[in-house]
């Protein structure tokens, strides 16, 4: 939670993380259909950010948050929220969504995975439907110096 909270002040107000600010900030927001509250699916973090000068959302942030080292399972995960975003949120457009996993530490086998697995192929517009390819989650590495959370892409 302590990280969770420090975060999401974070990326409120400071436009130097490698995640940058975002307009909203929310935390522990259900990604599931309705179920019994026990079993829904939950992002740690969920935001928004809006175009310059308008109050219209461009782009959607799903954050996953790991106290340890992440596992092999978390890219399954961001993934399962990622496209609970594009269907509830997005309109279908992957390129409105921005997703992070932040972790102690990050193994071979979770770089891997995450290059492998976090691909979507989807198609914008019509008349001509153009064919596009997602692949924006960023894993990131955190750290406490002097009491401060500090950040940083692996």
């Avoid at 973090?45 to 308008?54: E, K, L, S, T």
């Avoid at 959607?60 to 990622?82: F, N, P, R, S, W």
Wanted: hydrophobic share 35%; with cysteine.
């Amino acid at each position: 939670m302590a990280i969770e909270a420090a975060l999401c002040e974070l990326l409120s107000e400071d436009n130097s993380t490698p995640m940058g600010k975002w307009d909203y900030i929310s935390h522990q927001v259900v990604a599931s259909p309705f179920k019994a509250i026990d079993y829904m699916d939950k992002m740690d973090i969920f935001g928004y950010r809006y175009i310059p000068g308008y109050r219209t959302k461009s782009r959607y942030l799903v954050v996953e948050i790991k106290k340890d080292e992440a596992t092999d399972d978390v890219i399954g995960q961001i993934m399962k929220y990622v496209d609970w975003i594009q269907g509830e949120y997005a309109y279908g457009d992957y390129s409105m969504i921005e997703a992070y996993v932040v972790a102690s530490g990050f193994s071979d086998s979770v770089r891997r995975k995450k290059d492998r697995e976090c691909v979507r192929y989807y198609t914008k517009g019509c008349r001509p439907a153009i064919s596009c390819i997602w692949s924006s989650v960023k894993l990131i590495q955190y750290e406490f110096i002097d009491n401060k959370l500090r950040l940083r892409e692996v």
